[in-house]
Each structure stands twice: as C-alpha cells, then as structure tokens.
C-alpha cells in the first residue's frame, strides 16, 4: 500500500520508490510532518514536537496556547483564520467576509487517479493510489476535498483541491491552490525559468529564498514564453548530483501563481495554482470547482534525479499513448515558404522530403480560408481553392503518392476580424462589452467558455477533414488573452473566463483525439509558449521555439530538460545557408530532442541534400535513445563552455557535447575536461558506432577525453557518440 492511515499516531503516510511523505491530523487539521527519503525516515509527531506560544500569533483553543495555525506547517491553508502566510484558498461566503477555516470530516483510499475531466491529470496505472480528505468549514458550508495521487515508481506525488458549495446560496472562490507545502527550514534556493517569445525558459534564475514572498506567475492567459510553472526548490549547496531538491509542476496550461514564503517560524511555505489574480469563480450550490493537479517530487541526489523522475512521470503517466509510437522526421513549410504555398509547391516539397529519407511533410499556415497573410483568415477553417483547386482530399493523396505522411497546422482558439467568422459572430470573442479588443499578431481570441464557439470549430474541422487522411496536428496558439471578460457569461461569472477558457480548450483537444484518433498532434504557442505538462497530455511532442538558431537553441533545450523529457521537444534544423559545418552543428543540436527539418530544400544544392540524408539514417540509428533512454546532464551552457549530456537505454549510450562561446555563463565560469558516464556498466566494453573507438566501462565512468572541436569563428561546435556494448 503507498498510502495509509495510522489510527494511534494519526499519521498519513505516502510512499514511493524511494520517498516518504507524512502528515498528521491532529487539532481537526492536517499537519504537515515529513517529506524526503523513505530509507531510515523517523517522522516526528505532535508528541516529538513541543508546540511553542508564539506571540501575536492567534490560538482556537484557550487551553492549547501553543496550537497555531500561524505557525503550524499546514497541508492546506485558509484565509483569514489566523495563518498569516500566503494562504491556499479564499471563499468569500454570501455574508460578504472570505474567512473559512476547515476541518477534517473524512477520508478514503482508492485505486486510480482522480477523474476532473476536462482538466487533465496524470493517467494512473495499476500502482496509482489516491487518498481524497474531505473537510468542512462549517460557517460558508462549503466542502473542500485535498487529492493526493502516489505515482510509487516515478517517485511522483501529485496534489490538488476542489471545493463544493453546500450553503444553497452562491459564494465566491477567489483563490484556489493546488499546492501548499510547509518545509521545515528557510535555507534554500529556487529555481524557475523565465523567458520570452523566443527566448523559451532561458532565464535560468537560482535565487535564494529570503523573509518575504517570492512569487512566479502568468497573467496571460497561458502558462507563457515568459514564465515556466515548473519550480525547483533546493538545499542551498544543491547541484546536479547532489543534495535535496524538490521539483514542483502544474499539470495546467493558464495563468498560475506559484509562491514561496520565508516566515518567522523559519519554515518556508511553498505553494502552487491558479492563485487570485486572474481567478475568481462564483461557485452555486451544488457545483464543485477543481484546482488543477499540481506535481511534486523529492530528490536526494541533486537536480538529475528530479529531472529524471519528472521525465519518467511525463512518458508514463502523462503524454498520450499515441507519443509512445516512433516520431516522424517531418519536413515543415513554415521556416521554407511562409504564407507563399499552393498544392504543386507542397507536392513538390513532400517529393524532396521523401527523397531525403524523411517521413512527414507538414503543410503549416496558409491553406485555408484568406490566409495569405496574418491579417486575415483565421477562424475560416475551409481550404482555399485559389490555392488547392481540388480541395484538400485529392491533394494530400498527392503528397502520400510520394512516399510521406501528411500533417497540417491549425490555430483553433483565434480569429482574424477580417474573417468570415468574426464578421457572422463578433461576438464570439474574449472581450468586455464596449472596450477596445486589443490585438496581437492581427487576432483575436476565440471566447473558449462559450459552447457555440466549441461546436462550431467542431463542424469546421468535421467538415474540412471529413475523409482526408491526415497522420498529424500541429494546434498553435499564437497571442495571450487581454480584456479577459466573455460576452456569454453572466456578470457574476466573469471573473472565471480564464479558467473556463483552459476547461474549452481541453474539452476541444479531447475531441480532436477522439475525431482523428490515428492522428498525433504536435502543441506550439509561437513555438514553446504552452510547454506544459497538460499540453502534453493531450499532444505528443511540442514545438519548444520559434528560434531555430543553434546557439539559443543549446540553451532553450538545456533549460527545458530540466522539468521536461526529450521525448515532447521538437527541435527543426532550419537553413544552414549552404554552410556545412552549420548544419552539422544544427543538427548536433537539434538531436538533443525529436529531430525535424524546415527550409526549402527545394532550392538547395546537391551537397547539402545529401548530407541532411545522411543524418535522417544517422538518427534513425539512435532517436529510441532519445524518445525512450534516461538523460543525465554532464555540464551545463550556464556554468561552462560546454552543454553536454547523454541518453541511457539498455546496452546503448548516445553522448553529446556542443561546444559554446560561454557566454550564457552566471558567475565564475566552470572547466570541463572529460565526459562522465557513470551508468556505463563497469564490466562491459562499448564500441563508439560514429567514431569507431572502444572502451571499456571503467573507461566511460572514468570519464573520457572530450578532444578537440571543429569550431567556427563564432566558436561553436558539437561531437556526438554512440555507445553500443559489445
Ligand atoms: C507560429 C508558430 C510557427 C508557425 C507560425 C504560422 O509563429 O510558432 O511555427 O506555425 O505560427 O503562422
């Protein structure tokens, strides 16, 4: 059993593989007591810990001063009971006040996840258990259930809350966390991902925590270029390999809240979920209201391990079974031709991306209704005839008579105003009343709360693919919501529109999987604006930038393993400009995750042809290294010269080193002589299937040389091995 309850000491315990999680209910509350290594754990009760009078801090109970929830580490916090750190949940209640307080009612333990469709969560298996705590706040009569889902071998628990109305009149919910964690302890650092468009997760910030609230959050409307929801919370000595870490994660694709807080106790409350600010639901009686589900995970052994459980968690518990079928080589038309494509054009490029030994041409914007530019078209999602004069059917059994399969690019959540759509309905769109709509990219956002809009994308997309065999989605998302109000809800519910916009979409995406089910889908938000852990859910793998550039490209993708596995990334060798030493390195790069091409290799010369022929074969050799093997980091682009890292899958090893001009580095810079492959097994030899060299294993764990790169004037270059034992 991974969860159980001790009735003499109280105690819930949860255990993984190799963590313990512990609290105590006691007082009525949930306490929180332990969470680290299972292995020779001694978890301190009430009767171990002496509670202390603090002052100014309030007591419920005259005879048990020392009993406050001020300074108690708390599984779930309420607002306006006496805990003066950031609280989990508000409601306001019909009186007019937010204050609840709530008490334990009852519990059960159960197989399985928790079903609070259409929000994704983490697909169970025949291990997953689930405790659910019932608790009651007796004044707003209000009910509130804390989810707890033990993935025992991914070392993963997940959290999260929902709220029920009981009190027969409306009340207000006006900040609804997933998450909340007191850690003993105020000595650590955080680390989060900052970005922007472009810039994908590359401001890699480590900072240590301090008295007072250290926040990360979205306002957009998306999870965002600008901020990743991943969050890793580390003993201040932490680094790759060791010391505690606690990784945490939101399986949500809006805007977030996720805050830390250092506090008199010396303890640190960390929290994650939609937070307050673009979130307020008024809740009937009767409704329930879910946070998404929040994930968190412990690590002795540094930030490799935390990235490798939540790896694990996301191929087998997250992504769809489809993503575990072997990814396509596509060749996109984007990077190659712009808005500029017609059926001979796309016929033309599929023919070469056969003819290079790829498997997929991706026919991205520009076929459907005015799209010729991005000022017009979207939300019209019928095929244009100027440009496809037997519609969309006969053509793609042109593109498949050459030899590959056939994607396609849509952006279901966004309208043009020149549309058709917008003009029939411009009341369809996220908007407050009479204020000016902003744009953005020349778009508007779809009102995904409103069922009509649902339905009628639904029709759409029935109809345009209505019997054409399409092997791939590629579902982009290419502006943030502003002036979030819905000219379907009623005053009263205005403040949930980005809330039931994330529910719309999920609900759209669960369709597409359903209506296409021999379909993969691709995600991107102009490029990695939505890498997220419910967005995986739903699609394979995830356009990780818009920047196809080598040299960001090394520091995007480093940064986005940390939460993220390999197996979502989707890296494209864009136009190496007939350089050959540049699109070795592109490619050298772009094999750190799924491995894509997009430029007219149409007009490209014979040398460069064969050479992207070349490396399709090559990374046919290894690429179930890098969809299915374990990934350990050796140096990182922020600390030396180097990125460098490896995949594990049984008896193979694919290693590799890109050589940068370190100019990413924070701090002292950090030499890297040798490439460390601990998980070599000692007692075998490998054979390099690139370079021809053998090793022994002792060899590899030694660490071997790295040698001299075939460096540009920029200073870039990258070396790949691929061990096999002998
Ligand atoms: C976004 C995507 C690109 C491309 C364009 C098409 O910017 O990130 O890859 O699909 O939209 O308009």
Redesign the pocket.
């Given at each position: 059993m991974s969860v159980t309850f001790h009735k003499q000491d109280s105690l819930f315990r949860l255990t993984t593989k190799n963590t313990l999680y512990a609290f105590e209910l006691t007082h009525g509350t949930l306490v929180h007591r332990y969470y680290g290594k299972k292995r020779g754990a001694t978890v301190p009760t009430s009767a171990d810990i002496k509670g202390r009078v603090v002052s100014f801090s309030p007591y419920r109970d005259e005879n048990d001063k020392a009993f406050s929830l001020d300074t108690q580490p708390l599984e779930y916090s309420y607002y306006g009971s006496g805990d003066f750190r950031p609280t989990a949940l508000r409601i306001r209640n019909r009186h007019g006040d937010s204050v609840t307080c709530f008490e334990y009612v009852s519990h059960k333990i159960r197989r399985g996840a928790v079903d609070r469709a259409p929000l994704p969560s983490g697909r169970a298996d025949e291990k997953t258990q689930t405790l659910d705590i019932t608790l009651r706040d007796l004044v707003s009569d209000c009910e509130l259930h804390l989810y707890y889902t033990v993935f025992y071998d991914c070392d993963i628990i997940t959290r999260s809350a929902a709220v029920t109305n009981r009190s027969g009149a409306d009340v207000v919910v006006e900040k609804l966390m997933s998450l909340c964690l007191d850690l003993a302890g105020e000595d650590y650092d955080v680390i989060t991902l900052g970005g922007r468009h472009c810039r994908e997760r590359t401001v890699y910030q480590r900072t240590p925590l301090f008295r007072g609230n250290l926040a990360i959050t979205s306002r957009r409307g998306a999870t965002s270029h600008q901020m990743n929801p991943f969050m890793a919370v580390c003993a201040r000595g932490a680094d790759e390999n060791r010391g505690d870490v606690y990784g945490f994660n939101l399986v949500w694709s809006g805007s977030f809240l996720n805050e830390c807080e250092c506090e008199q106790t010396g303890s640190a409350r960390i929290q994650a979920g939609l937070g307050s600010e673009s979130f307020t639901y008024r809740l009937r009686d009767g409704e329930t209201v879910h946070a998404p589900e929040a994930i968190m995970t412990y690590s002795p052994t540094g930030l490799g391990t935390m990235s490798r459980h939540f790896h694990d968690f996301v191929n087998r518990h997250i992504v769809p079974e489809k993503a575990k079928e072997r990814r396509p080589v596509v060749l996109?038309s984007?990077?190659a031709f712009?808005?500029n494509i017609n059926e001979d054009i796309m016929v033309d490029f599929a023919a070469a991306a056969a003819d290079c030994g790829m498997d997929m041409v991706i026919m991205?914007?520009?076929w459907f209704g005015a799209r010729v530019h991005?000022r017009a078209g979207l939300g019209d999602w019928f095929v244009n005839r100027d440009r496809f004069r037997d519609g969309l059917r006969p053509f793609v059994e042109r593109v498949k008579a050459t030899g590959v399969k056939f994607g396609i690019?849509v952006?279901p959540e966004m309208v043009n105003p020149d549309s058709d759509l917008y003009r029939a309905h411009p009341d369809w769109v996220v908007s407050c009343r009479e204020r000016t709509r902003s744009l953005s990219?020349s778009q508007m956002v779809l009102d995904m709360s409103n069922p009509a809009v649902i339905d009628y994308l639904k029709a759409s997309f029935t109809e345009t693919f209505r019997d054409v065999p399409i092997d791939y989605f590629?579902w982009?998302m290419?502006r943030h919501i502003s002036e979030p109000g819905s000219p379907n809800l009623a005053p009263e519910d205005q403040g949930s529109l980005s809330y039931r916009y994330m529910l719309g979409v999920y609900s759209l995406f669960d369709w597409f999987t359903k209506q296409f089910p021999h379909a993969m889908i691709e995600n991107?938000?102009?490029?990695g604006?939505r890498y997220d852990l419910a967005m995986m859910y739903y699609t394979s793998q995830i356009?990780t930038?818009?920047n196809t550039g080598a040299r960001d490209r090394v520091l995007i993708q480093y940064s986005s393993q940390l939460a993220y596995p390999a197996s979502v990334m989707s890296c494209h060798v864009s136009n190496p400009k007939g350089d050959l030493h540049e699109l070795d390195l592109k490619y050298k790069v772009a094999v750190g995750g799924i491995l894509g091409y997009?430029f007219n290799v149409l007009n490209t010369d014979e040398a460069i042809k064969e050479e992207i022929r070349r490396q399709v074969a090559q990374y046919r050799t290894f690429d179930h290294l890098i969809q299915n093997g374990t990934h350990y980091r050796l140096a990182s682009p922020y600390e030396t010269e180097l990125s460098a890292y490896y995949y594990q899958l049984g008896d193979e090893i694919l290693l590799s080193a890109i050589h940068t001009n370190g100019s990413a580095v924070i701090g002292k810079k950090k030499t890297v002589t040798k490439l460390t492959v601990r998980t070599a097994d000692k007692h075998a030899s490998y054979r390099d299937l690139l370079g021809g060299g053998t090793y022994t294993g002792e060899q590899l764990r030694a660490g071997i040389e790295i040698g001299a790169f075939d460096l540009d004037e920029t200073g870039y270059g990258a070396k790949l091995w691929h061990f096999c034992k002998l």
């Open positions: 996109n984007w990077e712009y808005f991205d914007d520009g991005d690019w952006e990219r590629k982009d290419n991107c938000s102009g490029g604006g356009w930038s818009d997009e």
